[in-house]
């Protein structure tokens, strides 16, 4: 397919369970995102990778949160003990922006719903 | 973040009708986006805005960036059923690297 995709769409987790979070960006798209929607919320940023190198940090919520991507392409959430706090949709976005380009918009995939029980 | 409050929260329309939203700022963006966003799937890109004052039209949507740069609207004409869900503006700040900050959403209902 030509556009993001993510995996599962849908996780259903024991409070204190860890899980990880995937996902696919378009093809030839360096710079991808992680963002956190809350029920009735906007999307809010989590993080940004552009190939490998996380570029920017700072909107994961605390250090039970954690994003690689070793390769530059695929990159995976991780989420550490969960909380309940923690269920929202995981929204993931790649781009190209960072390529030299004034092109800042960012494709979304349909992103992971993780309940917290 | 950035603060983005958009309005209406929510529009009841008849099909056919136009629809009128925006977004407002604190902050000036150099970058406006709009996006729609049906349940159970990702926002979906709708427009992009990069320079105060541009108006940009993608069929019976047309978005202005505004001329203060800490504003944008959007106009969908001749509402259809399919026009349905949450309708999303982002801006991207100088400040705040590439991040996406997002309004809350205006959801839009179009009754036939």
């Known amino acids: 397919g030509a556009g993001v995709s993510q995996s599962p769409r849908y996780k259903v987790a024991k409070r204190g369970q860890d899980v990880a979070l995937r996902c696919d960006p378009i093809?030839?798209?360096?710079?991808l995102f992680w963002y956190q929607q809350a029920l009735g919320q906007g999307p809010e940023f989590l993080t940004y990778f552009q190939n490998e190198a996380q570029l920017d940090k700072s909107g994961l919520p605390s250090d039970r949160f954690f994003a690689e991507r070793p390769e530059g392409s695929v990159s995976t959430l991780k989420i550490q003990r969960t909380q309940q706090e923690d269920s929202a949709v995981y929204l993931c976005?790649?781009?190209?922006?960072?390529?030299?380009?004034?092109?800042?918009?960012?494709?979304f995939g349909p992103g992971t719903r993780l309940t917290v029980t | 973040g950035q603060q983005l409050n958009q309005s209406p929260q929510s529009m009841f329309i008849q099909e056919g009708e136009d629809v009128s939203m925006n977004c407002t700022s604190s902050?000036?963006?150099?970058?406006w986006l709009w996006y729609k966003q049906d349940p159970g799937e990702g926002p979906v890109l709708l427009i992009a805005?990069?320079?105060?004052?541009e108006l940009t039209s993608n069929g019976r949507l047309t978005a202005q960036f505004g001329t203060t740069r800490k504003d944008s609207f959007l106009n969908i004409s001749a509402s259809i059923p399919s026009d349905v869900g949450i309708y999303f503006c982002a801006g991207q700040h100088s400040n705040s690297g590439y991040a996406l900050n997002f309004g809350k959403g205006t959801s839009l209902l179009v009754t036939p």
């Open positions: 805005l990069y320079k105060a004052g």
């Open positions: 976005a790649s781009s190209l922006v960072g390529q030299g380009l004034a092109n800042y918009e960012q494709y």
């Open positions: 902050s000036i963006f150099n970058t």
């Open positions: 093809s030839g798209h360096v710079s």
